[in-house]
């Protein structure tokens, strides 16, 4: 996959998870980071339970780095305070 196309990901990812936990998204480059990380975290657990991990752009690596990307915002709105799921 392509710089541009992992861009691409985050972005969409990072947004998807930022609505899901917050009800708001964090800005169009931390939505993106959110996204990179959470795709690495996504692919960690999902190649831990046996899964497969992304490969390219489809809507099975969008699911992991959405899955990851909310896992990460989770654990960081734990450990800094902030409410989530409003």
Same mark, same amino acid.
């Given at each position: 996959?392509?710089? +541009?196309?992992?861009? +691409? $990901?985050?972005?969409?990812?990072?947004?998807? @998870? =930022? #609505?899901?936990?917050? =009800?708001?998204?964090?800005?169009? %480059?931390? *939505?993106? @980071? %959110?996204?990179?990380?959470? @795709?690495?975290?996504?692919? +960690? $657990?999902?190649?831990? /339970?046996?899964?497969?991990?992304?490969?390219?752009? *489809? $809507?099975? =690596? +969008?699911?992991?780095?959405?899955?990851?990307? /909310? !896992?990460? %915002?989770? !654990?960081?709105? @734990? /450990?800094?305070?902030?409410?989530? %799921? #409003?």
């Amino acid at each position: 996959m392509t710089i +541009l196309g992992w861009i +691409l $990901l985050g972005l969409i990812s990072g947004f998807i @998870a =930022s #609505k899901v936990v917050s =009800s708001e998204g964090q800005g169009c %480059l931390v *939505d993106i @980071a %959110l996204g990179l990380v959470g @795709a690495v975290v996504g692919g +960690l $657990l999902f190649s831990t /339970i046996g899964g497969r991990t992304i490969m390219g752009f *489809d $809507l099975y =690596s +969008l699911f992991v780095a959405t899955i990851g990307a /909310i !896992i990460v %915002l989770v !654990i960081y709105h @734990a /450990i800094m305070g902030r409410p989530t %799921l #409003k």
